[in-house]
């Protein structure tokens, strides 16, 4: 998919100003933020389970080469294929291999990101095929043509005449007349749409949760069940894993699937959790014939033993953008990529580049509410700083930026320098303020501060001479 | 050099590691075979009448109606009335589980029966559970050549018949059951934990039930099944 990451600035102006935008993004406060908190509070155990949850992780990426090897064994004598991908391109080569060597027509497919890290859906269509989405969210914006906007609610940057506008302009099959004002009528027309779908697929691709070395099992977890049709009635199961989805045993899966789903939409337990091993069996009455695996590199193996490593603990619940003021400000398309949120702002930049995504790290304000959800404890805003520093390394920041910070750095390590220029500039301010104690305008370079709102004119003298008149006291 | 080789070279390269540290594998072999249970929340550690009073408070909670059956042989009663209470065609799907095949369902002649997996035209599909956890309410279905997953997914309906004292508290108890079953680090094709009947928040994030798959799920717990 297009880039337009370094488009920051612009995408998230649009959004403040897309009035259709801003009242659907009132749906993740109240669709997400009170669900998450109760679920958290109605199970003693679940900081604890937190903590447990990260060692996991921790422990898992350590030995990560090991765990891989002992999953693919597992996975190949349950008559299942593992394809190992270090690139994009590699990942999307071997579904094609297999997609064609089946003479697929139709493949549904199941809610995944990394197909959207990847963008398999143009490659698929570009190889004459026909890939369709089958979340309900994912399908809404298929038939729109976008991305989607949240990692776990994909539509959420939509409204309901939207969704309505869109089926009248796709279902031409149906009466033009009927009523589509109730969200349920949309559900309806969906699950009859897409049923046809289901049926005639030959390939069907999933995404994974997670997987486990084991038992060489993947896992997905859903609440419409749009996951397991997919898996279930093709004739070839396709599972898109990146390689950090590795868990060690069962046991250590649930304590993943005991934070995932609380952390993702407040519930206990999604509706589905989906345990799959091989292919059909003998005797099977139902199942799809071939199993395979991709494990997608993609450049995550350059992110261990770097300083952010800890990004790969993330299993994609959501909670951080969910509970990001940014986030909520300006939607998950500004982000300008798959990724949005804090996760994005991390892991975007590691994915694409620090040169296409810097603005993403910087568009936090540092609350810290991301990490204070994060199932897996991840330091988010620790590493948007770290990027942050990358990037002023690498000199990518405006010039301005650069030499207005320059200067800054330079009076500040001179203290009888800064002193005076505290004291010029606080009268400057005062004097600018004429007795009413706030400035309505700013000039040159800080007029874009008080375009908004007033600065309040600083009171007395510099904290440093009101110190030293009270002689330290 | 293989994708394989250069993904695995480049995590121990970024690991700092080698392929043949006997320390590292060991620590992974030890692991794997420990199979430790992590933290179980104490919520599902009770005797088993509050366990199973707890399985159905949880199930109803995710929308879920559940029966409560002292006899096998009340099923297909049961079955038919939920099927009127419904309003809907006395016929449903069932897979050739032994358990499911032992019940009397000529007691109730108006009830059609049909045997294997589902093709997309069932209103009602009947399973068997190889287990309940009373922890989330959550019924746990194995797949096999007697339990079609498709009977869990293409029915508008989907009744689950569980025996009583196959509910257990967690999830752990449940792994340790399918090792018991089918052997060490080995597991049926498709073991599905079912939570509530389908649902979707995609629509400006109100939750919707009967998504894709059944829109409503009927829990039949069975003391001597």
């Known amino acids: 998919m297009q880039v337009t990451s370094p488009a920051f600035k612009e995408n998230a102006a649009k959004a403040l100003a897309d009035v259709t935008l801003q009242k659907a993004l009132k749906n993740v406060e109240t669709g997400f933020i009170a669900k998450r908190a109760a679920a958290a509070a109605a199970l003693p155990e679940f900081e604890a389970l937190r903590d447990a949850a990260r060692d996991l992780k921790n422990h898992v990426l350590a030995h990560l080469d090991l765990y891989l090897e002992a999953y693919e064994k597992k996975v190949v004598a349950a008559g299942g294929h593992v394809h190992w991908a270090e690139s994009a391109e590699d990942a999307r080569r071997i579904v094609t291999d297999i997609c064609k060597r089946l003479g697929a027509r139709t493949v549904t497919k199941g809610k995944s990101m990394i197909t959207e890290e990847i963008a398999l859906n143009d490659h698929l269509e570009r190889e004459g095929l026909i890939p369709v989405e089958t979340d309900l969210g994912e399908y809404i914006i298929q038939l729109r043509g976008e991305h989607p906007s949240h990692i776990v609610a994909p539509a959420v940057h939509l409204t309901k005449e939207q969704v309505a506008g869109d089926f009248r302009r796709v279902h031409t099959h149906l009466d033009a007349a009927r009523d589509l004002t109730e969200p349920v009528t949309l559900l309806s027309e969906a699950r009859a749409v897409l049923r046809e779908k289901f049926l005639v697929a030959d390939v069907g691709i999933t995404g994974a949760n997670f997987l486990i070395a084991e038992t060489g099992t993947s896992i997905i977890v859903t609440n419409e069940g749009n996951g397991d049709l997919t898996q279930t009635l093709p004739k070839a199961h396709i599972v898109m894993a990146s390689i950090e989805k590795i868990v060690p045993t069962l046991e250590d899966v649930d304590t993943l699937l005991r934070v995932l789903a609380r952390s993702a939409t407040g519930q206990e337990m999604s509706v589905y959790t989906t345990f799959s091993t091989g292919p059909r069996r003998e005797g099977d009455p139902d199942g799809p014939g071939e199993y395979h695996v991709v494990l997608l590199d993609n450049g995550r193996s350059a992110m261990l033993g770097t300083e952010f490593e800890e990004m790969l603990r993330c299993i994609r619940c959501g909670a951080c953008m969910n509970h990001c003021p940014v986030f909520q400000a300006v939607g998950g398309h500004a982000y300008g990529w798959v990724y949005p949120g804090p996760m994005g702002a991390v892991l975007t930049p590691t994915l694409i580049g620090v040169d296409k995504a810097g603005h993403l790290p910087n568009a936090s304000t540092f609350c810290g509410r991301c990490e204070s959800v994060c199932p897996m404890r991840i330091p988010l805003p620790k590493m948007m700083r770290a990027w942050r520093n990358r990037e002023w390394e690498r000199a990518l920041n405006p010039a301005t930026l650069r030499s207005g910070l320059g200067l800054w750095a330079f009076v500040a390590a001179r203290p009888g320098l800064y002193r005076l220029a505290a004291r010029v500039s606080s009268m400057a301010l005062r004097l600018l303020g004429r007795g009413r104690g706030r400035i309505a305008s700013l000039p040159f370079f800080a007029a874009g501060w008080t375009k908004m709102r007033d600065m309040p004119a600083p009171e007395g003298a510099t904290f440093m001479d009101q110190w030293k008149a009270r002689a330290g006291r | ?225």
Request: hydrophobic residues 40%; charged residues 25%.
């Open chain 2, 1 to 225: 050099m293989t994708a394989r080789d250069a993904v695995l070279g480049k995590i121990r390269r970024s690991l700092r590691v080698g392929p043949g540290d006997d320390a590292r594998r060991a620590t992974v072999a030890d692991r794997l075979a420990a199979r430790a249970p992590g933290i179980v929340p104490a919520r599902g550690q009770r005797d088993p009448a509050v366990r199973l009073a707890l399985f159905l408070e949880m199930a109803a909670k995710v929308a879920a109606s559940t029966d409560r059956l002292a006899s096998a042989d009340d099923v297909p009663a049961a079955v038919a009335r939920y099927l009127r209470s419904k309003n809907l065609p006395q016929a449903i799907r069932r897979g050739a589980d032994p358990r499911l095949e032992r019940l009397p369902f000529d007691r109730e002649p108006q009830l059609t029966v049909t045997v294997g997996p589902s093709d997309g035209h069932d209103l009602a599909g009947l399973s068997h559970a190889f287990a309940g956890v009373a922890e989330t309410g959550t019924a746990v279905l194995v797949s096999g050549a007697d339990n079609p997953t498709t009977l869990n997914f293409l029915p508008e309906h989907h009744l689950v018949v569980v025996r009583a004292s196959d509910i257990a508290g967690d999830y752990e108890t449940i792994w340790a059951r399918v090792r018991a079953t089918y052997g060490e680090g080995t597991m049926p094709r498709t073991v599905n934990w079912i939570t509530g009947p389908s649902r979707s928040g995609d629509i400006e994030q109100t939750i919707l039930l009967g998504a894709h798959g059944p829109r409503s799920l009927h829990l039949i717990v069975v003391d001597d099944l």
